[in-house]
């Protein structure tokens, strides 16, 4: 979507060392990217944006994306996405002009975006909605992504952890609820600590049903995630919710961290709402 962060995500790759080309025709992507298999100028590694400027990209895309990967090519699709207000809002800061956008008609030019883009976001390996993240933040993300990568057959997963009074992630595949669990908030001594501060964090993993939610988590995810390889997925995403961000949930995503790390998977935690106040 315009205004959801592609520049940024652009510069994030550009800083990891691969060639980046903005609104690249659709139609050249084959011969690109064959040119890149002779050429010692051009790293092994692509980033193109591509997106409604291009007349001929909607028409096109499903087609020559088949043919690349056909090819040999390993393509993955990164979707960037914000609410509707929130672009609104960024379009009115920068003073910039959709390049949808007729007569000032700001909404109806993101609402036929889109529309347009719908199949393409079904289409999409990999989804990130940055409303609630600034640029530094997105950029990290990217970063967190794509820079370790060391087997893009396996998926990524990335455990968001955050607050349910901000919302929950948009981009998230699975959710998981852990206000059920005792809260270090209700506690004077912890109250002003987070999930990353020891005490806390044994607060939560020592009571008896962390300790059982947590047999039952590794048992789900030992099942899920081979079944997720099998069917192609490259990027998963879990988050971890409590009411505000700044405890349960950051403890769980924390051993969650651990744990695939441990059996051998790649992993990225981050803390959505750790910074908030109140």
């Given amino acids: 979507m315009s205004g959801s962060g592609k520049s940024t995500a652009l510069r994030a790759f550009e800083d990891m060392g691969y060639y980046c080309v903005d609104n690249l025709p659709i139609a050249l992507l084959p011969d690109f990217l064959s040119l890149t298999e002779n050429s010692t100028e051009i790293p092994t590694r692509v980033a193109l944006v591509m997106d409604?400027?291009?007349?001929?990209?909607?028409?096109?895309?499903?087609?020559?994306f088949s043919q690349v990967k056909n090819q040999g090519f390993h393509l993955e699709v990164l979707f960037l996405d914000a609410s509707d207000n929130v672009l609104v809002q960024r379009f009115s800061q920068t003073r910039r002009k959709h390049p949808l956008q007729q007569k000032g008609d700001i909404i109806k030019a993101i609402s036929e975006e889109r529309k347009r883009l719908r199949g393409l976001r079904e289409f999409a390996d990999n989804y990130i909605d940055t409303s609630n993240r600034n640029v530094h933040q997105l950029r990290q993300?990217?970063?967190?992504?794509?820079?370790?990568?060391?087997?893009?057959?396996?998926?990524?997963?990335?455990?968001?952890?955050?607050?349910?009074?901000?919302?929950?992630?948009?981009?998230?595949?699975?959710?998981?609820?852990v206000r059920f669990l005792p809260n270090p908030y209700f506690v004077p001594e912890l109250?002003?600590?987070?999930?990353?501060?020891?005490?806390?964090?044994?607060?939560?993993?020592?009571?008896?049903?962390?300790?059982?939610?947590?047999?039952?988590l590794e048992s789900m995810f030992s099942f899920l995630i081979p079944q997720y390889r099998a069917e192609g997925k490259v990027y998963l995403v879990v988050g971890i919710g409590c009411t505000g961000g700044r405890h349960r949930s950051v403890?769980?995503?924390?051993?969650?961290?651990?744990?695939?790390?441990?059996?051998g998977e790649e992993v990225i935690v981050t803390h959505r709402d750790l910074d908030r106040e109140g």
């Fill in 191 to 216: 109250r002003s600590f987070s999930g990353l501060d020891e005490r806390v964090y044994d607060f939560v993993h020592h009571k008896e049903q962390t300790r059982a939610f947590l047999k039952h």
């Fill in 251 to 263: 403890a769980i995503a924390r051993w969650l961290g651990e744990m695939f790390t441990r059996k």
């Fill in 141 to 177: 993300i990217v970063l967190d992504m794509y820079s370790f990568r060391q087997d893009l057959t396996r998926p990524l997963i990335h455990v968001i952890s955050f607050g349910f009074k901000y919302g929950v992630p948009a981009d998230a595949s699975l959710v998981l609820d």
């Fill in 52 to 64: 409604v400027r291009e007349k001929g990209f909607l028409d096109q895309y499903g087609s020559i």
